[in-house]
C-alpha cells in the first residue's frame, strides 16, 4: 500500500514549457485534491475531484488544469509555465470531504 | 482576517520541556479539527484531530474550544525529533466542505 504518490520530485521548467504532474493513490479514495505551497503560506487548493470524471475549481486554478479519468490518477496539467508558478505542489486524497487526508511527497517546481 | 491563524514562530524550547501552540479560526461553521505535522521539505501528515472532548496521544494533547473559536497542541516532554512545522486544519462546511490550512507554527527543540 504506497498511499500516495507523486511524479517527478523535481523539476525545472522555462516560462511557456508545459508539463503535466502525476498523481496516483492506492487507497481507492473518490476525493482528490492538488495543493501549492509558497515559502510562509498555508496550503492553497488548486483543484479538487469528487469522483472519476468529476473536476472542481479550488482557490488558486488559473494557470492549471486537471482530468480525472480513473479513481487512482489525477493529473496535474501546467500548460504555459510562468515565474509565479514556481512552488511545492502536493496531491492528496481522502474517502470523503469531511476526512482525514493523506499526501503525497510533493513535486518542487521552479520556473525560469 | 484569515480563516486561520497561527504563531508562526519559531519556538525554541529544551529537550524535556512542554509546549503549546494555539490556533484562532474565524468561521463558526467549522465543522471539524486537524493537526498535521510537517517536516522540512516534506509533505503534510496528520498528528491528530481534534474532538470537542479534548483528546490526547502520548506526550501530545489537543483542545477545542468552539466558544472562542481555537485549537491548541500541548507537547509534553519535547524531544528533538518533534523539530517540525505543525499545522492548523479547519474543516468548514459551507455548501460544500473546504479544508482550511494555517501557515504553520516553526518549533525547535534543542539538546
Known amino acids: 500500500n504506497a498511499g500516495v504518490t507523486q511524479t517527478p520530485k523535481f523539476r525545472i521548467l522555462k516560462i511557456g514549457q508545459s508539463m503535466t504532474l502525476q498523481c496516483t493513490q492506492d487507497?481507492?479514495?473518490?476525493?482528490m485534491y492538488w495543493y501549492r505551497q509558497d515559502p510562509g503560506m498555508g496550503l492553497k487548493l488548486i483543484y479538487y475531484?469528487?469522483?472519476?470524471?468529476?473536476?472542481d475549481k479550488g482557490e488558486v486554478p488559473n494557470g492549471y488544469n486537471v482530468s480525472r479519468s480513473t479513481t487512482e490518477d489525477f493529473p496535474l496539467r501546467l500548460e504555459l509555465a510562468a515565474p509565479s508558478q514556481t512552488s511545492v505542489y502536493f496531491c492528496?486524497?481522502?474517502?470523503?470531504?469531511?476526512?482525514?487526508?493523506?499526501f503525497g511527497p510533493g513535486t518542487r517546481l521552479t520556473v525560469l | 482576517r484569515k480563516e486561520v491563524e497561527q504563531d508562526p514562530g519559531p519556538f525554541n524550547v529544551p529537550e524535556g520541556a512542554t509546549v503549546a501552540f494555539n490556533c484562532t479560526y474565524s468561521?463558526?461553521?467549522?465543522?471539524?479539527f486537524f493537526w498535521y505535522r510537517q517536516d522540512c521539505r516534506k509533505e503534510p501528515k496528520l498528528l491528530m484531530s481534534?474532538?470537542?472532548s479534548g483528546n490526547e496521544d502520548g506526550r501530545f494533547t489537543a483542545q477545542l474550544n468552539r466558544a472562542s473559536q481555537y485549537i491548541s497542541l500541548l507537547i509534553r516532554d519535547s524531544k528533538l525529533s518533534d523539530s517540525a512545522t505543525y499545522l492548523c486544519?479547519?474543516?468548514?462546511?459551507?455548501?460544500?466542505?473546504?479544508?482550511?490550512f494555517g501557515t504553520g507554527t516553526r518549533l525547535k527543540v534543542l539538546a
Open positions: 492528496a486524497s481522502s474517502y470523503s470531504m469531511a476526512d482525514t487526508q493523506y
Open positions: 487507497m481507492n479514495h473518490n476525493y
Open positions: 475531484s469528487v469522483g472519476a470524471g468529476i473536476t
Open positions: 468561521n463558526s461553521a467549522s465543522q471539524s
Open positions: 481534534v474532538y470537542s
Open positions: 486544519v479547519v474543516n468548514m462546511y459551507s455548501g460544500t466542505y473546504k479544508y482550511i
